[in-house]
């Protein structure tokens, strides 16, 4: 069986940290403390995944998810 998931933790201290796993593997994981790019098996899998999600939208001028009245 297939699973996959993109996780997305909003810390208290303001930093972000997202895991994307597929069926167990870690494909990619950012924390943006560290001001680097994504890292794992497969890092460009993440922003496929947060873009299918929504996540960019506001960059192309759509409201989506972390979008600002």
Same mark, same amino acid.
């Given at each position: 069986?297939?699973?996959?998931?993109v996780?997305?933790?909003?810390?208290?201290?303001?930093?972000?940290?997202i895991?994307?796993?597929?069926?167990?593997?870690?494909? *990619?994981?950012? #924390? @943006?403390?560290? %001001?680097?790019?994504?890292? /794992?098996?497969?890092?460009s899998?993440l922003?496929r *995944?947060?873009? #299918? @999600?929504?996540? %960019?939208?506001?960059?192309? /001028?759509e409201?989506?998810?972390g979008?600002?009245?």
């Amino acid at each position: 069986m297939n699973t996959e998931a993109v996780a997305i933790w909003a810390l208290l201290d303001s930093t972000t940290r997202i895991a994307h796993v597929r069926s167990g593997k870690l494909l *990619a994981s950012y #924390d @943006a403390r560290h %001001f680097q790019p994504p890292e /794992g098996a497969e890092p460009s899998f993440l922003n496929r *995944a947060l873009t #299918d @999600a929504g996540f %960019f939208l506001e960059e192309n /001028g759509e409201s989506g998810i972390g979008s600002r009245p």
